[in-house]
């Protein structure tokens, strides 16, 4: 089955440019540009291996890739070594980068020296990067062919195609299906007052080291997903009853002082008030690692992460459902966006040579195509649906009749709603009608400083 993302609001993509560095913990997608974890420190700069000496006429053309995302190092490196050793004119030098990558790759741009291919550059990042006239439009190469005609608006700007959308991102709540039938849980909530009675039920388990939620308070780009794709449709609900477009989020013109952001907020206060102790000082890697170890029953995270906890656990009884925002059932709709994807640089000087790795990466009769196979997730290509068994997690969200994109497409540019959610939970005095002000705050200090 191949996922079709079927959006509630389809709104216009206006971002204001930047000209120069941004923050490493902007709008970032999902888990994989996670700046926190252990992991990614592990491997912030590991290459596959190390180039090969350029010492004769017949040497390989070289070209760098640049990966942004801890969780896909591996899967990366075994697609690169695959392609390395299938012919003699190519060489892809690989490595992961995570830590404050955006900067190290416009420090890069300055003096030229920037990889010729990167990962997740992706939705509202695009048009800084296409405007400053750092990434090049694909239409012309044969990779881009590759791209299912469906998700091309998901990687297009100014009706130019700068991004191949490697992987769908859906985001949702993970719940461990054996720890709910131990509860006596029997219906999936959909509205905060069901997910409450949920947690009533969760709570005897306490006693054996099994609590509601994993939390971390520490990630502030994860924070932000939780509103950013967590409450997706139920903020593009609010920009639509206060008449206003994409391009007026982007302006500064939305009001976060709302009913629909307290009750996001309430949400936060439960998952806080139920998850292990001190979540303040619990990272993005310990708290995904907690819920496949079996140690909490509930996960509100990406699918980004089902790689990991089937490493973890492979035999983990896990579910998804998405997450409810409110107390209208239709406000709890799955968010899913195309996040993980590949760029090239358009100062490349190897375009044939970039164009003939990402077109074999691309190609499901390919060997590369294993990527896909392991990583278990869907795709934006064309056909990886003939070769891939989904994760069984995804089965509701594959199965969704309706689905939102997420809202970071419409907010400006390095605005970081994740500081506002961190301030609100590490405050347990602060009201849920203090969080949104404070939010709103934020928001209008951030337009006024790009002004």
């Known amino acids: 089955m191949k996922l079709a993302i079927k959006v509630i609001s389809v709104a216009a993509v206006l971002i204001i440019a930047l000209n120069g560095c941004v923050s490493s913990s902007s709008n970032a997608p999902g888990g994989e540009n996670s700046t ?4 990614a420190e592990s491997i912030q700069t590991q290459p596959v291996e190390s180039a090969p000496t350029q010492a004769s006429d017949n040497e390989k053309i070289v070209i760098r890739f640049e990966n942004h995302g801890a969780n896909k190092h591996e899967l990366f490196s075994e697609a690169v070594q695959i392609f390395n050793e299938s012919q003699d004119e190519v060489y892809v030098d690989f490595q992961t980068n995570t830590t404050d990558w955006q900067a190290s790759f416009w420090a890069a741009l300055a003096v030229n ?3 010729d291919i990167v990962t997740h550059i992706a939705r509202s990042s695009l048009p800084q990067y296409v405007d400053a006239g ?11 062919s590759y791209i299912e005609e469906d998700t091309v608006k998901s990687v297009s700007y100014n009706g130019g195609i700068y991004a191949i959308p490697v992987q769908t991102e859906i985001y949702g709540v993970f719940y461990n299906k054996d720890i709910f039938e131990r509860a006596g849980i029997t219906e999936l909530p959909t509205t905060i007052s069901e997910l409450e009675k949920v947690v009533q039920q969760l709570k005897p388990l306490e006693e054996e080291g099994i609590y509601p939620f994993a939390a971390q308070f520490r990630d502030i780009g994860q924070l932000s997903n939780i509103l950013n794709n967590g409450a997706a449709g139920s903020m593009y609900k609010s920009m639509n009853e206060q008449g206003l477009s994409g391009e007026d989020v982007a302006a500064g013109n939305f009001n976060f002082i709302n009913k629909r952001v307290e009750n996001f907020f309430r949400l936060c206060s439960l998952v806080r008030e139920n998850s292990q102790p001190k979540p303040e000082d619990t990272d993005y890697t310990t708290h995904y690692t907690m819920f496949a170890n079996g140690e909490s ?3 509100v995270l990406g699918n980004w992460i089902i790689y990991q906890m089937r490493e973890l656990n492979p035999d983990i009884n896990v579910g998804m459902f998405a997450l409810p925002v409110s107390e209208d059932p239709s406000d709890a709709v799955f968010a899913a966006d195309y ?3 590949l760029n090239v640089n358009a100062h490349t000087e190897n375009a044939e040579a970039v164009d003939k790795f990402l077109s074999m990466f691309c190609d499901y009769t390919q060997p590369t195509s294993e990527f ?8 934006g290509l064309k056909d990886f649906d003939k070769i891939v068994k989904y994760d069984s997690a995804l089965e509701a969200p594959l199965a969704a009749e309706t689905t939102s994109e997420f809202f970071d497409r419409v907010l400006p540019t390095g605005f970081v709603i994740g500081e506002s959610v961190q301030e609100f939970l590490l405050d347990k005095n602060m009201s849920n009608e203090e969080a949104a002000e404070l939010l709103q705050k934020n928001y209008d200090q951030h337009i006024a400083n790009m002004k």
Do not use: Q, R
């Open 134 to 144: 750092h990434l090049m439009e694909l239409s012309g190469l044969k990779c881009s």
């Open 113 to 115: 020296d920037a990889p």
């Open 372 to 379: 896909f196979v392991k990583n278990s997730l869907p795709s």
């Open 297 to 299: 029953a509930m996960l």
């Open 339 to 341: 996040s993980l994807v």
């Open 36 to 39: 926190t974890t252990e992991k």
